[in-house]
């Protein structure tokens, strides 16, 4: 068929093997990469030599799969065979998760990692359901995107599959997606005709390829989720503990091959906030290092939603681990202390499985000890990673390594410091790195009450130097704000190298001290009034006996002001003060904790109105968001004040939210959001319900949010409000009273009408720059709501394409 004027080019189809190596199904579980690798590899060779102009890996319903096949490309090529551009799709369901939970973000974080060239999706949904996963390729990935959908969602008719969507609607339905979200590659997958891409060819025909982001967003991913390395506020938490060489307990269970205890372990630290887990299982007692730690990141990688750091010394180690792991990991680590072996020994894999890689500045004369030897240690490795292997800087992590300070040694007394220079110097030197410390490290030796304020000076001055990453245990980490002034001068003259006697002085006086101790001191909130110690708590993390505390609130006061007046200020101060960077992501979690538990306790003292509904109201916390205790305080009040509220959760996309509205004839939307990226959802949302010509109002509110991004909300162009209105409401008694106003016709009709002209005049003022996305200082009302959530991890962040 082809000619000159029209070439033809021919895709070799790579379709799923039927196993899914990532999951413990006991018949599609078992395979191991080697072997998945090898099946593909025939299929390959025979793909290329029949003169295949792109190989299409497609309806992939495991990542580790898509790697598996990856792989057998590459060793294709290896062994001669022609070079042949890879395109990689996933396939999503309505909820839009791959079979095995994987996200479009997760999904995107390992295809941009990986050496493939196209990256999309195909099968399982027609292309309404992909619209919101086809918007984030779009948007974020720097590869051409394919979009290839059934004709329709299939309909089971007489057990047979029907496919509903015509050519014209689909030609339509995926024209938008080349116009709007720069979509280049479009196709028919189940159920599509002849007629089907020809209507593709006359809606689309040829176009120029649409420009792509230059830079991937740096993230890694467990096998469900993506988590940007750059966290904001810094740093990205890495929980240490699932290490035999780091903790005895874990060594235990490793020894008993008691995989469960060391799940436990990790699930522990994820819920104490680690963003990420590095994971050792290095013993001496034992020689089967690789298989160990395969078979814990298996487990880990279906049991923990926090992508995994693999800790090992051993290239054959992090090999065996890489091919376990569907998601995007860090290899942990390289360095040149035997010059270029290591590197050369681990870099091949890492690229190939599309990881990110810490280097830590050691090399032949030893481990770099001066903020000097560090930045020229990294150049080194810096030279050969990324200039002639190619990494990209966002995925090499340095580590310019900690030393314990107890020893005394002249040689270690200004190691932290050192460290801390370190970490300006290499950040400065190589833009684009991210920088890594095991924290704890700093203290080994010293007594346990001594490291916790040792190991969060030190850390506190790390970030401050730029830190991106830090191995901690995340629920021992005092928050520097809270370390008593004497006890921070002791330990910043032993960090900070100030004074000679700074070691012996903080020995000294932790001399005794026992972490049980610590409890027994004087009560902090033993002369506070009942307020003050309900605010106390939520602050300082004491949730044991807030119940009580409640109790005694609401006996003297109305509950809706004790929310408002004491537990929302708490709350806000918290948030605040994470902002600022004085508290790190553990804390703002405890804090959350305790606040749920005082929250939980009020709702028994507000009064619930049974029976009949005022209305109503679809509540969710936008896909990115994570934490969502600010909108659970919204629902709180709406269905305590008579209205029904279908509560979707945190993470939940754009899709969901308007499917709910239609299912539930929901009266309103509401929805939360608290980083400035993810709270982009909400004009895509208001958007898609325009689109689709649906006429529920929208209330918006949460940590980013502010009026005048409402305003700008509420347009879906540049002239055109959204009929049904986007209100703001600064916090869950503004979304109440709004909510009183829908439900009443003519209080309905004004507030539109006056939300409109209040938009319409704000918008025509000049300073339009007032309506873009808010940023911190445009944030001025921000609600004390949605500051209870912190903002982690952000799913993709505010980038310029
Ligand atoms: N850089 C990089 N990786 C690292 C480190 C680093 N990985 C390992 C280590 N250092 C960070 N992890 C730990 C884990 C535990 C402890 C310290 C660092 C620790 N454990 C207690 C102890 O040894 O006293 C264990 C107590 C117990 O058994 O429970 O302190 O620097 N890239």
Known sequence: ?????????????????????????????????????????????????????????ETTQDLLELKAAVHAIMRARADGGRVVPI????????SGRMLLGTDIAAALAVLEAL???????????????????????????????????????????????????????????????????GVGIVGGCCGTTPEHLAALVRAIGRRPAPARPATPLPMVASMVRGVDL????????????????GSRKVKRFALADDFDGMVEVARGQVDDGAHALDVCVAMTERTDEAETLRKLVKKLALNVEAPLVLDSTEPDVLRAALEQYPGRAIVNSVNMENGRARIEAVLPTALAHGAAVVAMTIDQEGMAKTAERKVAVAKAIHDIVVGEYGLAPEALIFDPLT???????????????????????????????????GISNVSFGLNPVARKIVNAVFLYHAVQAGLDLAIVHPSHVVPFAEIPADERELAEDLV??????????????????????????????????????????????????????????????????????????A?????????????????????????????????????????????????????GDVHDIGKNLVNTILSNNGYTVYDLGKQVPVNRIIEKAVEVEATAIGLSALLVSTSKQMPLCVKELHRAGLDF????????????????????????????????????????????????????????????????????????????????AAATERSATPLVEPPTPPFWGVREM
């Open 1 to 57: 068929y082809t000619t000159a004027s029209h070439p033809r080019y021919v895709a070799g189809s790579i379709g799923p093997t039927g196993l899914l190596p990532a999951s413990e199904d006991p018949l599609l579980g078992n395979a191991r990469f080697a072997e998945v690798v090898d099946l593909f590899v025939d299929q390959v060779r025979g793909l290329v030599d029949g003169g295949a102009d792109v190989l299409l890996i």
């Open 87 to 94: 395109q990689a799709q996933v396939t999503l369901d309505t």
């Open 115 to 181: 050496p493939v060239d196209i990256v999309g999706l195909n099968c399982s949904t027609g292309p309404e359901q992909m619209r919101e996963p086809a918007r984030y390729l779009g948007t974020w990935s720097t590869k051409p995107v394919s979009i290839i959908p059934n004709a329709g969602l299939p309909l089971n008719v007489n057990g047979q599959a029907v496919y509903p969507l015509e050519p014209d609607a689909m030609a339509h339905a995926l024209r938008e997606m080349v116009d709007d979200f």
């Open 230 to 245: 750059r966290q904001d506020p810094a740093p990205l938490i890495v929980g240490e503990r699932v290490n035999t060489l």
């Open 403 to 437: 030393f314990p300070l107890s020893t005394g040694e002249e040689e270690f007394v200004r190691s932290a410091v050192e460290t801390i220079d370190g970490i300006r110097a290499i950040e400065a030197a190589l833009p684009g790195v991210m920088t890594i410390l």
């Open 496 to 569: 900070l190298a100030r004074r000679p006697d700074a070691l012996p002085r903080l020995i000294e006086h932790f001399e005794g001290r026992e972490e049980s101790a610590e409890q027994g001191g004087p009560d902090p909130m033993a002369d506070l009034d009942v307020e003050a110690r309900l605010h106390y708590r939520i602050v300082h993390r004491k949730k044991e006996g807030i119940e009580a505390d409640i109790d005694e609130a609401v006996a003297a006061r109305d509950p809706v002001e004790v929310l408002n007046e004491v537990l929302l200020p």
């Open 571 to 623: 709350m806000k101060e918290v948030g605040d003060k994470f902002g600022a960077g004085e508290l790190i992501l553990p804390f703002v979690l405890q804090s959350a904790e305790a606040m749920k538990r005082a929250v939980a306790r009020l709702e028994t003292y507000l009064e619930k109105q049974e029976g009949v509904t005022k209305g109503r109201v679809v509540l969710a916390t936008v896909f």
């Open 697 to 776: 109002p929208v209330i918006i509110g949460g940590a980013a949010i502010n009026r005048s991004y409402a305003q700008r909300t509420l347009f879906v162009d540049e002239e055109t409000p959204y009929e049904p209105g986007v209100f703001y409401a600064k916090d869950a008694f503004e979304g109440l009273s709004l909510m009183d106003r829908i439900i009443d016709g003519g209080a309905r009709e004004r507030l539109v009408r006056d939300t409109v002209e209040l938009a319409r005049n704000a918008l025509a003022r000049p300073g339009r720059e007032a309506f873009s996305v808010p940023d911190e």
